[in-house]
């Protein structure tokens, strides 16, 4: 109980410093009302503020508590972190820095994992992208396909230091596609830019890979951006 508590506590907390509701430099409330605010014990809120530190969001300091520490310091590639920024995006501004990060990480990650790949990877690839054309019509599963193709690239590479990114990519590609694939009909139309990654891959391309990489992300950006234009009553270019 004490944990599911604290982890509530933790999720609230994270949202309130990511949505600017408590900006770096300022202080939380004190232990006393949070604990009155919320609801718990001094000792769930000090294990709240014990995780939000090891997030990089918070540090404690003589004679003034709690500190909203700079968002330079935040882990952004924290889950929780990352789930909390998307569900605060209200511009999209944190859902066009993700594209970017993608756009700079993941053309790399496929020419790697054309280099690198086993066949049992290459073949997770495959059923990944197999199960994305088999389910064009439910956004939910389409999903959840597409995610395990970025990410069984991702674990392909053969490099450890990709898996974390993984996270980020899970919650980009969420939020990207509520906005650019909000339809059933809407998600045919990825599957050919997905399929030519995976074919560059599987015959150990890795300037193909790259290239279509860039180019599934890039078309990803553009319809975000339309989308994004289209809803704030901005012509698109």
Known sequence: MRRNLCGQVVHDLGFKILA???KPGEAL???PTLCEQLGVSRTVVREAIKSLAAKGLVESRPKRGTIVRPSADWNYLDSEVLAWHASADGDGQHLRFLTEFRLTVEPAAAALAAKR???DQLDRIR??????????DSVE?????????????????GNPFFSPVAGAIAISLATSLKVTNRQPADNPASVPLHRDVMDAICRRDADAAREAMHCLLADAKRRIE????????TPSA
């Open 141 to 157: 599963a389409f999903k959840e396909a597409d995610l395990r193709f970025h990410t069984e690239i991702l674990h392909a590479t």
């Open 226 to 233: 339309s989308a994004s234009d289209a809803t704030n009553g």
């Open 127 to 136: 059923a990944a992208l197999e199960k994305m054309a088999a389910n064009t």
């Open 20 to 22: 600017g509701q408590v």
């Open 29 to 31: 409330p004190q232990e």
């Open 117 to 119: 790949a086993s066949e």
